[in-house]
């Protein structure tokens, strides 16, 4: 029954989802009739299993109807980043192979320069209108039966990193041979640790292209609940939809809570919050101080996991097991934690190291076996690069990224700490803190803040966020420095795109 094809049977006039702002509402049966009338629209076109199409949309109500199609179709689809560049794109497309690519209207633009870039994909549409070399995907769709196609297949998403430290890179699984409807690892553990059923109504504040919106919002379809999709996050609409809609089940980033939490306490009181049974957080650590301020503030209803695109491990807990674990991620529920240091081998319990999962399912980097075989250890374990230790109950910690470790003088630093610290300061919105040239130690450590009110920003604010970090942490930690910007490249999933900002203080040749 994990299938929205069922759902439209047994509760056809069911809300699968509605658009935050524009109300746009699309039932079960109107899902099941689009997506087997996509279904048909790629076999006429002559996708088969195993071929590759790609997304490059905002999100919109046609999203899941393409997706489902493809997913019943036994392709694989690639919903790509509204925010690339022309190049990024191209690169992106020729990767997977895509015959196929279906963009929106209000990426014009980006829909223009890629007619010219990429000439090896075939079939092109869009949605919500038509762009020059686009013909409206709804208009082809429609002239298709709504009935199942002869061959249905289960497909997948192929999904590709966001690259903060450089060229994205495909994660490709097996695409197996089984039913539309068969139940998948996401399905089984949404339903355990999160209760997620039919009656569940899910808040989707972030990018439907980024893995974990696409996936579970798929989820909450595969049970037959109601997923609300904002088209763009705003920190009190977000709280107004919760209250409007009666949300049961929600998913965040740090950077969102960061939000909420910054806005006037009049407003973050003014909307109801009770019916949240999992407000469910990942992407990025969350600061312990905002992450206790979120408890105190929504009840024990946060949930947390740590896991990647690739699929290789899933770490989770639950409020309770934070609250007893300050600042953990939680216990393996798929794979089996280990942390090797930079020879690959295992570390004492409470020892830093490199996260690797062992027993987890395999992946591989789409044409780049170099890659691939770079994120595994001698032994087999895969890992995502990031650094974290393991108590003596087993719970993970995250410390940071190795690609973002600076070494001051022969000192580790590891900038997570510094950041968490720096947006608990009531006159900072947003931080990242990077390594910059250092003549003496090699480098020193830099703060770029994005203030609360940007006509604060200048020498004395940060004289005082330098203090409050030297007040807070060990001085070797501390920045030396405070620059100052608008807003962080961030990418909307949470993530912060480092490497752009370290660009800007070292020479080519170092970050080549």
Not at 328 to 341: K, Q, Y
């Amino acid at each position: 029954m994990y299938h929205p094809c069922h759902h439209s049977v047994s509760t056809p006039g069911k809300v699968a989802y509605v658009m935050a702002r524009s109300g746009e509402a699309v039932t079960y049966r109107q899902l099941e009739e689009r997506s087997n009338q996509g279904a048909h629209l790629f076999r006429s076109l002559g996708l088969k299993r195993g071929d590759s199409i790609a997304l490059m949309m905002d999100n919109n109500a046609r999203f899941f109807e393409i997706c489902f199609a493809a997913q019943r179709s036994g392709l694989l689809f690639t919903a790509m980043s509204s925010r690339l560049s022309g190049q990024e794109a191209e690169y992106i497309l020729a990767d997977c192979g895509a015959k196929a690519l279906i963009v929106s209207t209000s990426l014009a633009a980006q829909a223009a320069e890629l007619l010219a870039r990429t000439p090896k994909v075939i079939h092109r549409f869009s949605v919500n209108g038509t762009v020059p070399g686009y013909p409206s995907f709804e208009e082809a769709r429609a002239k298709q039966p709504a009935s199942r196609i002869a061959d249905e297949c289960a497909g997948r998403d192929m999904l590709y990193s966001s690259g903060t430290t450089g060229r994205p890179k495909g994660v490709k699984t097996e695409l197996l041979a089984e039913a539309i409807d068969a139940a998948s690892t996401l399905t089984m553990v949404a339903q355990k640790l999160y209760g997620l059923a039919s009656g569940s109504i899910y808040l989707s504040p972030a990018p439907l292209y980024h893995a974990a919106p696409l996936r579970f919002n798929m989820t909450v379809m595969r049970f037959g609940g109601t997923s609300v999709l904002m088209e763009h996050f705003d920190a009190e609409e977000a709280l107004s939809l919760i209250e409007r809609h009666a949300i049961t089940h929600s998913q965040w980033v740090p950077t969102m809570f960061v939000r909420m939490l910054k806005l006037d306490p009049a407003i973050r009181e003014r909307y109801r919050h009770d019916t949240l049974r999992a407000a469910i957080h990942a992407a990025a650590p969350c600061p312990v101080q905002v992450k206790q301020r979120m408890i105190e503030w929504w009840g024990p209803v946060l949930f947390e996991y740590y896991a990647g695109t690739e699929g290789n491990g899933f770490v989770a807990c639950n409020s309770t097991d934070w609250l007893a674990h300050s600042g953990t991620v939680g216990r393996a529920l798929v794979g089996e934690v280990r942390i090797l240091d930079d020879a690959n081998e295992v570390v004492p319990t409470g020892e830093t190291g490199t996260i690797h999962f062992a027993n987890g399912p395999a992946f591989e980097y789409h044409n780049d076996p170099v890659k691939t075989a770079s994120s595994k250890s001698p032994q087999g374990w895969t890992t995502l690069g990031d650094v974290g230790y393991v108590d003596a109950e087993g719970y993970l910690y995250l410390t940071d990224r190795k690609h973002y470790m600076i070494i001051s003088g022969g000192v580790n630093i590891y900038p997570q700490e510094v950041e968490n610290l720096l947006v608990t300061h009531p006159k900072v919105m947003d931080a990242a803190v990077i390594g910059v040239p250092n003549e003496e130690f090699g480098e020193e450590v830099k703060a770029v803040v994005q203030p609360v009110d940007l006509k604060a920003a200048g020498p004395a604010l940060a004289e005082e966020l330098i203090a409050f970090c030297r007040a807070n942490l060990s001085h070797l930690k501390c920045p030396r420095s405070v620059d100052f910007e608008p807003e962080l490249p961030r990418h909307p999933t949470g993530k912060l795109y480092k490497r752009l900002l370290r660009d800007r203080y070292w020479p080519a040749k170092v970050t080549a």
